[in-house]
Nanobody, 126 residues
């Protein structure tokens, strides 16, 4: 059983920064990729960023490229999302996700991931 636990959400002013964290439990879990999606009220869940576990290659949505940075700590099975220059449109519930089998072409597809956290809320005031 794999559990993902997120932390780090909160309220921030426009232009501010937040750092989200996610840790995967499960001693035998070997991720192929871990990432972040977000979902605002009334909208579909959308891809934010993913990191490929082997090699550490990163992938971003165009809307966050240059402002957000995803990173990982392999020893802790943890990922982080450093969010700078936050905008009101970044406000959403952010979900950590992981999978051990998906391929690169699936990284932006939420349906391809097997494991999800409960989410952490990010609110950006204008």
């Amino acid at each position: 059983q794999v559990q993902l636990t997120e932390s780090g959400g909160g309220l921030v002013e426009t232009g501010g920064s937040l750092r989200l964290s996610c840790t995967a439990s499960g001693s035998t879990f070997s991720p192929r990729a871990m990432g972040w999606f977000r979902q605002a009220p009334g909208k579909e869940r959308e891809f934010v960023a993913t990191i490929k576990w082997r090699g550490g290659h990163t992938f971003y949505a165009d809307s966050v490229k240059g402002r957000f940075t995803i990173s990982r700590d392999s020893a802790k099975k943890a990922i982080y999302l450093q969010m700078n220059g936050l905008k009101p449109e970044d406000a959403a519930r952010y979900y950590c996700t992981a999978d051990s089998t998906l391929i690169q072409s699936e990284f932006r597809n939420p349906g391809a991931y097997d494991y999800w956290g409960q989410g952490t809320q990010v609110t950006v005031s204008s």
